[in-house]
């Protein structure tokens, strides 16, 4: 089973200041790759997706991410923090071989102060 | 609009009771999952469903029943089995595109508290 790891339960940041939201995975073979986000008693919200192609992926809300495959990682990054991105993020990877199966990390709430 | 709905928003339980969490989506996606959510413990996978009248068991099952009669709903049976039922579930449904894999979306969620 593949296991995904989010470093880093809450981040805080000044608004203004970069996002850098950290995910690793754990499978051999690169899987698809997602990130989401939710606020407070809501469902989760699709910011973006990897699933081939070029490595940098532009989201939502102005947030992209990276795959690396050498480093395993797929991090989440937001040049200028806004008050409204104060959420939790969760990253999640889907098994190129069995489509249905979802492996999510923990998630990390970020803060964002004034 | 097309979306993912689920009801009731909030539910309360007395200990010893069955509820039903509703899950209905109009996407035409083929597959939906339910999900337990917990503080610190991201999203577990309860059960899930590919095809209408077919399912399966996911991470933590026990305690909990679905049916998938219709494509459109799957809905979610809290059990009296199941030892620690407050949560937040979330259903998700999902969409397959040739060579990129599916993509899960989620409903609002139903936050459950047994009393």
């Known amino acids: 089973a593949q296991s995904v790891t989010q470093l880093g339960s809450h981040v805080s940041v000044s608004e203004g200041a970069l996002v850098l939201l950290r995910c690793n995975y754990s499978?051999?073979?690169?899987?698809?790759l997602f990130w989401y986000v939710q606020y407070p008693n809501q469902g989760l919200q699709l910011l973006l997706k990897?699933?081939?192609?070029?490595?940098l992926v532009k989201g939502i809300n102005g947030f992209e991410a990276e795959f690396k495959k050498s480093e395993t990682s797929f991090h989440l990054t937001k040049p200028s923090a806004h008050m409204s991105d104060a959420a939790e993020y969760f990253c999640?990877?889907?098994?190129?071989?069995?489509?249905?199966?979802?492996?999510f990390g923990s998630g990390t709430k970020l803060n964002v102060k004034p | 609009d097309g979306g993912i709905t689920q009801s009731p928003k909030y539910l309360f339980r007395k200990e010893g009771q069955n509820v039903t969490l509703s899950c209905e989506q109009n996407?035409?996606?083929?597959?939906m999952y339910w999900y337990r959510q917990d503080p610190g413990q991201g999203l577990r996978l309860i059960y899930y469903?590919?095809?209408?009248?077919?399912?399966q068991k996911g991470d933590i099952a026990e305690g909990y029943s679905v049916s998938r009669e219709k494509k459109e709903s799957f809905p979610l049976t809290v059990t009296s089995a199941q030892k620690n039922p407050t949560a937040f579930y979330l259903c998700?449904?999902?969409?397959?595109?040739?060579?990129?894999?599916?993509?899960?979306?989620f409903g609002p969620g139903t936050r459950l508290t047994v009393l």
């Open positions: 996407l035409n996606h083929d597959a």
């Open positions: 999640a990877v889907s098994d190129k071989y069995n489509f249905n199966k979802f492996y």
């Open positions: 469903s590919q095809i209408v009248n077919d399912f």
């Open positions: 998700a449904s999902s969409i397959r595109l040739a060579g990129l894999g599916d993509t899960q979306y």
């Open positions: 499978s051999s073979v690169p899987p698809y």
């Open positions: 990897y699933t081939t192609g070029a490595t």
